[in-house]
């Protein structure tokens, strides 16, 4: 059983307190290392939008301040990306003293199984999504209509997107850690996948311009982490439907 259940409130949140000051330690420490690299990071996050664009053209900003504010939030979003290991270990490590030994040994691996595809989500956008969006979005431009994308708008939106399918990506560890907790099933996952697969089609038309090859490029990465979800809750509810399956037999007897 856990030992420290019985703690005050107070206790718990002077924790987490201290928690949450490393967590905003390594954001700050990564914002210092990353403002360093601000301006070619950002050249980085263009390369989609440059390649879906003519040679010539080049994206702007229209207020005075906006391209350094821009360079600072560039800084921000890589320096919260660079913490991502230092954020979710933290928040482990506080919600350990209440779980038992043997889902204690399993901070680290989910440690760095989360920030593993919280990276596969973002890159997954990047490489795959942003060419075939962008290149969407610029089809509509012609002889009387221009695209000028300013900085401003393009980060904005290329970081939701960015955090956007990083966060679907843990959606395997966010099921079977459900499925640990017996909260969900083998058998309820199974029941549930056409209504999830409607769910991942919606959530891929909100967040993707409306062409079907982008939509499939997103809700279909969805489906198939929903199935390897399904598996982790297989293997992580073994003992449990053991359990049940003998404590049956027990009562049948």
């Not at 560039?74 to 030994?101: N, R, T």
């Not at 393009?154 to 970081?159: E, I, K, V």
């Not at 409306?210 to 809750?233: F, K, N, R, S």
Request: charged share 20%.
């Amino acid at each position: 059983m856990p030992e420290d259940e019985k703690l005050p409130l107070t206790v718990h949140l002077e924790e987490l307190r201290r928690r949450l000051i490393i967590c905003f330690c390594a954001v700050g420490i990564g914002f210092v290392i990353s403002y360093i690299f601000s301006k070619r990071l950002f050249e980085i996050l263009m390369q989609p939008l440059l390649a879906a664009m003519p040679a010539e053209e080049k994206l702007i900003y229209t207020g005075l301040p906006e391209a350094f504010f821009t360079y600072l939030k560039v800084a921000f979003l890589a320096g919260v990306l660079l913490s991502v290991p230092v954020i979710v270990y933290q928040l482990w490590m506080f919600i350990a003293p209440g779980l038992y030994d043997k889902e204690k040994r399993l901070v680290l691996p989910i440690v760095f199984l989360s920030s593993l595809f919280f990276l596969g989500g973002a890159l997954f956008g990047y490489f795959i999504v942003f060419p075939f969006g962008f290149k969407f979005f610029m089809g509509f431009a012609s002889d009387y209509v221009k695209p000028l994308p300013a900085m401003k708008e393009y980060l904005g939106f290329s970081s939701k997107l960015l955090f956007a399918f990083g966060i679907v990506f843990e959606m395997p560890l966010f099921v079977t850690f459900l499925a640990k907790l017996g909260i969900v099933n083998v058998k309820f996952l199974k029941a549930k996948r056409k209504y999830a697969i409607l769910l991942f089609f919606v959530f891929a038309s909100i967040l993707t311009p409306p062409d079907v090859i982008t939509q499939i490029l997103m809700a279909g990465p969805l489906i198939l982490l929903y199935e390897v979800g399904i598996l982790g809750a297989r293997v992580f509810g073994k003992k449990e439907e053991k359990a049940d399956a003998a404590e049956t037999q027990e009562t049948a007897g």
